[in-house]
């Protein structure tokens, strides 16, 4: 009887039950992303440069690699050309994916299928590889790209892609997009599949166009979708890295095409200022915790309580 009433409530176990299944979810997530954070911040106050890279011991040094960084003009045009390229490459990502996802409803099942296998296949694909296949496609004078738009009667025979700011950025945007879009198109089109055809048989019956029940009726039910594939764009665009240093091996000019992930790796590893670079990755961090914030807080306003 004693052992009876000593033994925890049944109740009371089940409320316990999820927290021990997390458990293992949530030791690897300290082990790969809680501790190297610490060991990051930790570096960004300190003096770490080639020297203690080969043993000497660090100097705490408290917010001047802050200060540097944030005084560096460099610094902010970076910042500045990186969020301008991500909300480029977001808009485009957005829009096109959206526009696939709502043709896929629109195709049968055939086509449809062939579609989505052509889309994982460039989900797939390394971006490494992407970024070498797209830049030989705009190569000076083997491009695919070059040939037929001069094909087209344009002036493009031995034309450069790379070689200005402008045109490097707008192949890289191609490449970014084009990998992203899959991800996009798929997620959208799983949430639109859920929306009640009953709903959308009562707009029609209304007497609202194709237009107005998307508008209306199909993009709120999605917009919890969107407004996750919106802030993951954002943060996969702003720290976007091999695509960049890929293109820039090919032919782009690095001080005038760097964006912040490879700025980051340039400062670290290029010149040996982890404690800058640290900083910087930090920045980044914060910039990328407000964002999310941002958008934990508009997803708790939304549900229900």
């Given at each position: 009887m004693t052992a009876a009433i000593a033994r925890p409530p049944r109740r009371r176990r089940r409320e316990f039950a999820p927290l021990y299944l997390l458990l293992p979810a949530g030791v690897v997530l300290v082990a790969l992303t809680a501790?190297?954070?610490?060991?990051?911040l930790i570096m960004s106050f300190q003096e770490f440069g080639r020297a203690q890279i080969f043993g000497a011991a660090p100097e705490f040094i408290g917010f001047q690699n802050y200060i540097d960084v944030l005084t560096d003009m460099e610094f902010w045009a970076v910042l500045a050309r990186s969020v301008l390229f991500c909300l480029v490459c977001v808009a485009a990502t957005m829009l096109l994916g959206v526009l696939i996802a709502v043709l896929m409803t629109k195709l049968g099942r055939g086509f449809r299928n062939l579609v989505s296998i052509g889309l994982i296949l460039a989900w797939a694909m390394p971006a490494l590889t992407a970024s070498v296949v797209w830049g030989w496609m705009f190569d000076t004078q083997y491009g695919v790209v070059n040939f037929l738009l001069s094909a087209a009667g344009l002036d493009f025979e031995g034309h450069s892609w790379f070689i200005e700011p402008l045109s490097f950025f707008f192949v890289a945007a191609i490449v970014i997009t084009w990998q992203a879009i899959p991800f996009v198109a798929l997620t959208t089109y799983a949430s639109l599949t859920q929306v009640p055809e009953d709903v959308l048989e009562a707009a029609a019956l209304d007497g609202a166009t194709g237009l107005q029940r998307f508008r209306h009726v199909v993009v709120p039910q999605v917009s919890g979708v969107l407004l996750v594939l919106l802030v993951?764009?954002?943060?996969?665009?702003?720290?976007?890295?091999?695509?960049i240093y890929a293109l820039q091996t090919i032919g782009g000019i690095a001080a005038e095409t760097n964006t912040i992930g490879v700025y980051i790796y340039?400062?670290?590893?290029?010149?040996?200022?982890?404690?800058?670079?640290?900083?910087?990755?930090?920045?980044?961090?914060?910039?990328?915790?407000?964002?999310?914030?941002?958008?934990?807080?508009?997803?708790?306003?939304?549900?229900?309580?």
């Open positions: 501790w190297p954070l610490a060991q990051l993951l764009q954002i943060i996969w665009d702003m720290r976007v890295f091999a695509q340039k400062v670290s590893i290029g010149n040996g200022q982890l404690g800058a670079g640290g900083a910087i990755s930090v920045i980044l961090v914060l910039l990328m915790l407000a964002l999310s914030a941002y958008y934990l807080r508009t997803i708790l306003r939304t549900e229900p309580s």
